[in-house]
């Protein structure tokens, strides 16, 4: 039987306006067998993508599906009315519970036009910033095992930002998170050049000591379960500025019910299954949610790769949501050199327009748009598409 989902606290309908339906999956990771919970962070999952995904960003939202579902944990400042919800389907896949969701989104203008293009992300491999604290589990493989599921969570939302993994490299990332921020540029630039990504994420944990102990220390029968850290620091850079655009802090709890001398496999399914592993995916969904918002209303820029007389090949395609027809301007790329040797991004807008005749995956062939030759344009000279708003005519 079909099942509807009611949103309350949401913008007033605009009846007059043109409603488009999204389809989304949820998903909620079940612990100790709780398919109920599972089931209710599913749907939550699904309507905050859906949200986000339609322009909206996330702090809180009621919710209250068939008089069962009830929570207030996220509040929704959206650009977009859902009307109705429907659950189209739901099913149990081992310990992952997922739902189906259609819903029917009335979108304002509000919406920022850079939203409809993707963002590509190159996902890095997290660093362990106090490694001894590892020995707990012999846990060593904690950062490249949580990257991995971080891009395995990233990857799989429908969502305005396109993944790519890069983390089977170890980098030292510490000056990336230094206050005087002395990084070296060039390591974000190499990233970016690998993956054809416009921004790179960065990680660090900081924190996965042992906290206190569960159970009574009288009762020496009991296993042996403690609570656990994990707190971990985010940093977003744009490669064409070498600027962090975006960054955060999270931290949560879990039960860590090993016992000490236990070896524990972090790239089991098993340990992401218990409460600590739970309460990282948390923290993972959390992410995908705040890195869409933070990135969807950036621009989205490119380079040349190749000039050939009046044509040129950038580094965007269809993955970033390029379309033939589309106009992009070109910016000179003239960065500045302190003194200490660290580079400042430095752009000079031309007048030099081009038009996009041909797109690929990852990348496009575009043509001059003056009867004018073009002028002092080079390799790596700066891209950008050119977002023009909805023209409106009155009559009178």
């Known amino acids: ?25 949820g998903y909620g990771g079940i612990v100790d067998g709780d398919t109920s919970s599972a089931r209710q962070m599913a749907v939550k999952d699904a309507i905050t993508q859906a949200l986000i995904f339609s322009g909206a960003t996330v702090s809180s939202v009621q919710t209250v599906a068939d008089g069962v579902l009830e929570q207030d944990e996220l509040k929704i400042k959206t650009h977009g009315q859902i ?17 189906t969701l259609h819903l029917d989104i009335i979108p304002q203008q509000a919406q920022c036009l850079e939203s409809k293009f993707n963002k590509q992300i190159t996902v890095t491999q997290s660093q362990l910033t106090h490694p001894d604290q590892a020995r707990l589990g012999q846990i060593f ?11 395995n969570t990233l990857n799989e939302r429908n969502l305005g930002v396109k993944m790519i993994p890069y983390i089977d490299r170890k980098l030292d990332i510490r000056a990336f998170f230094a206050q005087q921020f002395e990084y070296n540029a060039n390591l974000i630039d190499t990233l970016s050049r690998s993956s054809n990504s416009q921004y790179v994420l960065l990680s660090q944990i900081t924190d996965i000591s042992q906290g206190r102990r569960m159970n009574n220390d009288y009762a020496f029968w009991e296993s042996e379960a403690y609570m656990r850290n994990f707190k971990i620091d985010f940093a977003l850079f744009d490669s064409q500025t070498n600027d ?5 802090h999270y931290s949560v709890q879990g039960i860590w019910p090993h016992k000490k001398t236990q070896i524990v496999n972090v790239n089991s399914e098993e340990f992401w299954r218990t409460d600590y592993g739970q309460k990282i995916q948390t923290i993972y969904n959390k992410v995908s949610q705040d890195l869409n918002t933070a990135v969807s209303c950036l621009k989205t820029t490119g380079k040349i790769l190749m000039i050939d007389s009046d044509r040129v090949v950038i580094n965007l395609g269809q993955s ?12 000179h790329r003239s ?3 302190a003194a200490n040797g660290m580079q400042f991004s430095h752009h000079i807008q031309t007048i030099e327009q081009v038009v996009v005749e041909q797109v690929n995956a990852q990348s496009a062939i575009a043509r001059n748009l003056s009867d004018r030759p073009l002028s002092n344009i080079q390799l790596n000279d700066v891209i950008k598409v050119v977002v023009k708003e909805p023209e409106s005519f009155s009559l009178k």
């Not at 079909?2 to 309908?13: D, E, G, P, Q, V």
């Not at 189209?88 to 997922?98: D, K, L, R, T």
Request: charged share 15%.
């Open 1 to 25: 039987m079909m099942k509807h989902i009611l949103i309350i606290a949401l913008l007033a309908f605009c009846a007059h306006a043109k409603a488009e339906w999204f389809e989304v999956v």
């Open 83 to 99: 009307q109705h919800v429907n659950l189209i389907n739901e099913q149990q896949q081992g310990e992952q519970y997922s739902v």
């Open 141 to 151: 493989d904690i950062p490249k095992a949580s990257s991995q599921r971080l891009f």
């Open 244 to 248: 962090q655009v975006w960054s955060q």
């Open 320 to 331: 970033h949501g390029l379309e033939a027809g589309q106009v992009l301007s070109i910016l």
């Open 335 to 337: 960065n500045l050199t």
